[in-house]
């Protein structure tokens, strides 16, 4: 256990707060995306505001200007003032040119945290970039759209499962994920109504559970377990929006048996007398000639 890190949930929200800000918005849009977690969010982001601006402040005027002054007072001590003021040129060049890089690689480092966000895994350095878009699109959703953004981010959650299970770094944590996306999934559903399309994601759901516990308990037998409590607060989830206590499972028709044809009844052969019968019924016929009558006697 001590090869994994535990999940820190207030840090996991601070970094996707800072991602959102990175990203270009405003601190007053971002906070309320956090709910009750704003009032402690809010000192903590404008104290990492308040010392990113102080890294890149640039000299103010008047230190500039006292700077400058004391250099050439210097200078004219030395009586080559001429001389030495060109050989100060190229080092404000290399200095402007290492600002205007750490800017772009600056810029640079945010675009491409918000392009690869969508395969990041938990402990990618993009992933609070990818936590970060989910909590805005969900926050931008209505009706039977925020359920459908909260399927996503559950098949998300499972599918980081997955692949952290293949990869044999999976953790209590990660599962712990799922179910809190899945408890949220539910309570959507209680009230929120779906469509056909989300009803036969919802209905799926339970099957793509269940696949994650068997790769996890394959990957980590002493988790199956925690696994197991994981697919019972997805088929919850499921069962709020289908009505049942057990994933629906479309049944297979069974054909039914085609009755056997009524065999039509065959005559059955009378049996011919045998050749020693018939000649045995002849000759009896000719020993027995008909008898004729007597003759009356007078």
Do not use: C
């Not at 100060?88 to 772009?104: E, I, K, Q």
């Not at 895994?121 to 925020?146: I, M, Q, T």
């Not at 459908?148 to 980081?160: I, K, P």
């Amino acid at each position: 256990m001590g090869l994994f890190r535990r999940r820190d949930p207030q840090a996991e929200i601070f970094a996707e707060a800072l991602a959102l800000i990175e990203e270009g918005l405003e601190l007053d849009f971002v906070l309320p995306l956090y709910g009750d977690d704003a009032a402690w969010l809010r000192p903590m982001v404008e104290t990492a505001l308040a010392a990113r601006a102080a890294a890149r402040e640039e000299p103010s005027f008047y230190f500039e200007a006292t700077l400058k002054r004391r250099v050439l007072a210097a200078a004219a001590r030395r009586h080559r003032e001429a001389q030495q003021s060109p050989a100060r040129a190229p080092w404000r060049t290399a200095a402007a040119a290492a600002a205007v890089l750490t800017v772009a690689a600056g810029l640079g480092t945010v675009m491409v945290g918000v392009v690869t966000a969508d395969t990041a895994l938990p402990g990618d350095w993009n992933y609070a970039f990818k936590l970060a878009n989910e909590r805005v699109a969900y926050s931008l959703s209505r009706g039977e759209g925020r359920v459908g953004v909260q399927l996503d981010v559950t098949y998300a959650r499972l599918r980081e499962a997955q692949a952290l299970a293949r990869q044999g770094r999976v953790s209590p944590e990660d599962l712990a994920r799922i179910e809190a996306e899945a408890e949220q999934l539910g309570e959507l559903l209680e009230s929120k109504p779906i469509d056909d399309a989300q009803k036969a994601r919802l209905a799926a759901l339970s099957e793509a559970a269940e696949d994650v516990a068997k790769s996890v308990a394959a990957a980590r037998p002493e988790l199956a377990p925690v696994a197991e409590r994981t697919v019972k607060k997805v088929n919850d989830a499921v069962a709020a929006g289908l009505g049942s206590s057990t994933p629906v499972i479309t049944p297979v028709a069974t054909p039914s048996p085609s009755p056997s044809p009524t065999p039509e009844p065959t005559a059955t052969p009378t049996p011919e007398p045998s050749p020693a019968e018939v000649v045995g019924s002849t000759a009896t016929a000719d020993a027995a000639p008909p008898s004729e009558p007597a003759d009356d006697q007078p």
